[in-house]
C-alpha cells in the first residue's frame, strides 16, 4: 500500500521507537525530547562523578603509598650504612684496646726476661770469677804440698790460709737469686671470649600507640595521649614530633612540611599549646627511646584542628582601641587625638 509513495511522503512521517537502555540506576522510564536527526543521549553525571572522584582518590591514595614506600627505601638504605659503618668503628674500638693491651702485656714479659736474665748473668759472671779464683788458688795449694823447706811451706801454708779466707767462693750463694718460672705472666682470656661472642645488638624499644579517642584538641592546643603495647622498664624517655598538613589520612612523603620534635618527654601523654591552627589538620608520631638508641615510630595519628579565622575592623572599632588584622591594643591617647582634630575642623569652619 505505502510502497508506490514518493520519498516526500515519508519525510512528513514522525518515527518511533521504544528501547530499554539501563546505564546508571534503577530500570524505569525517561521521557526524552530532541530534536530531529539527534541521537539519544542520556548522562547520569552525579554518579559518573563519584566514580571519577573515587577513583581519583585512590589514584592519589597509591601514589602516596609509593611515595612513602621510596621513602622508606631510601631510609633503609641511608640508615644500612650508617649502622654499617657505626659497626665498623666499634669493632675497631676494640681492636686498638686488643692491641694496647697485648703490647703492654707484651712488654712487662719482656721487661720480666731482660730482669731475670740480667740478675742471673750478674750471678754466673760472679761465679765464673770465683771458680778461676778458687782454681788458681787449688793450683797453688797443690805446688805448696811439694815444699821441702819448713820455713817456705809454712809461709805458703799461711797464704793459701789469708786467700782461703777472703776467697769468693765461700762468700757465694749457690742458689739462683730468680727462678725461670714465667707462669705468673700467663693469661686466660676465656671469660672474656665469652663475653665476646655473647655481643648482641642493643635491645630497641617497641614503638607506642597513639589513640586519636583519648587526644584532644582544644583552643589552640592539642593534647596527645599514648601507651605502650607491652610494658617496659627501660624506657627513658620519649620524642614527640608533630607537623601541619592540609591533607587527612595517612602522612604524605612530598609537598609537606617539616616534622617538628620534642624530645626527653617523661610521661605518656604531652600538650602542645600555643599553636595557630593554620592548617586543617595536624600529623602526631612518638618513638620510645632508651639508655642507648630510640625505637621505631609509632603509627602517624591525624587528628582535625578547627579554627574560626576572621580579622578584626579597624573603621568601626572604638577611637581608644589600635586594630589590625589580628592585634588589639588600647590607646589612651586615640580618643582625645580624634577629638582634638574634630575640635580643630569646627573652629576652621566658625571662623570662615
Known amino acids: 500500500m505505502y510502497v508506490s509513495k514518493p520519498k516526500s511522503f515519508w519525510k512528513s512521517v514522525l518515527w518511533t521507537d521504544e528501547t530499554k537502555i539501563e546505564l546508571f540506576g534503577k530500570a524505569n522510564h525517561s521521557t526524552v525530547y530532541r530534536k530531529l536527526n539527534e541521537a539519544y543521549k542520556e548522562?547520569?553525571?552525579?554518579?559518573?562523578?563519584?566514580i571519577i572522584t573515587t577513583l581519583a582518590n585512590k589514584n592519589d591514595e597509591i601514589q602516596n603509598f609509593i611515595d612513602t614506600l621510596s621513602h622508606v627505601l631510601k631510609g633503609v638504605q641511608a640508615n644500612s650504612t650508617k649502622v654499617l659503618s657505626d659497626l665498623d668503628e666499634e669493632f675497631d674500638g676494640l681492636y686498638s684496646v686488643l692491641d694496647e693491651m697485648k703490647e703492654s702485656m707484651t712488654n712487662s714479659i719482656k721487661q720480666e726476661q731482660a730482669h731475670k736474665c740480667q740478675e742471673l748473668q750478674n750471678q754466673?759472671?760472679?761465679c765464673t770469677n770465683a771458680l778461676e779464683s778458687s782454681e788458681e788458688l787449688l793450683e797453688f795449694a797443690s805446688r805448696s804440698m811439694d815444699v821441702k823447706e819448713p820455713e817456705e811451706f809454712t809461709k805458703a801454708a799461711r797464704q793459701i790460709k789469708d786467700r782461703v779466707?777472703?776467697?769468693a767462693a765461700f762468700?757465694?750463694?749457690?742458689?739462683?737469686?730468680?727462678?725461670?718460672?714465667?707462669t705468673h705472666l700467663m693469661v686466660d682470656f676465656s671469660q672474656e671470649r665469652q663475653m665476646l661472642q655473647s655481643l648482641k645488638f642493643l635491645p630497641v624499644p617497641k614503638a607506642p600507640e597513639i589513640d586519636p579517642t583519648d587526644c584532644m584538641v582544644a583552643d589552640n592546643c592539642v593534647t596527645v595521649v599514648w601507651r605502650m603495647s607491652e610494658e617496659d622498664n627501660k624506657i627513658d624517655h620519649y620524642?614527640?614530633?608533630y607537623r601541619?598538613?592540609?591533607?587527612d589520612g595517612l602522612p604524605r612523603v612530598k609537598d609537606e612540611r617539616c616534622w617538628e620534635m620534642i624530645d626527653n618527654i617523661k610521661g605518656t601523654e604531652y600538650t602542645l599549646s600555643g599553636l595557630k591552627f593554620d592548617s586543617k589538620f595536624m600529623n602526631f608520631r612518638i618513638r620510645a627511646c632508651n639508655k642507648a638508641v630510640a625505637g621505631e615510630y609509632s603509627d602517624p595519628v591525624t587528628l582535625e584542628t578547627k579554627a574560626l579565622t576572621f580579622g578584626l575592623d579597624n573603621t568601626s572599632s572604638h577611637l581608644n582601641l589600635k586594630v589590625e588584622d589580628s592585634y588589639v591594643e588600647w590607646d589612651p591617647m586615640g580618643g582625645k587625638s580624634q577629638e582634638s582634630k574634630v575640635k580643630g575642623k569646627e573652629n576652621k569652619g566658625s571662623g570662615m
Not at 762468700?171 to 714465667?182: A, E, G, H, Q, Y
Open 43 to 50: 548522562k547520569n553525571t552525579e554518579a559518573l562523578q563519584r
Open 171 to 182: 762468700r757465694l750463694s749457690l742458689k739462683p737469686k730468680l727462678s725461670d718460672n714465667m
Open 239 to 241: 620524642v614527640l614530633e
Open 244 to 247: 601541619k598538613t592540609n591533607y
Open 124 to 126: 754466673l759472671s760472679q
Open 165 to 167: 779466707t777472703m776467697a
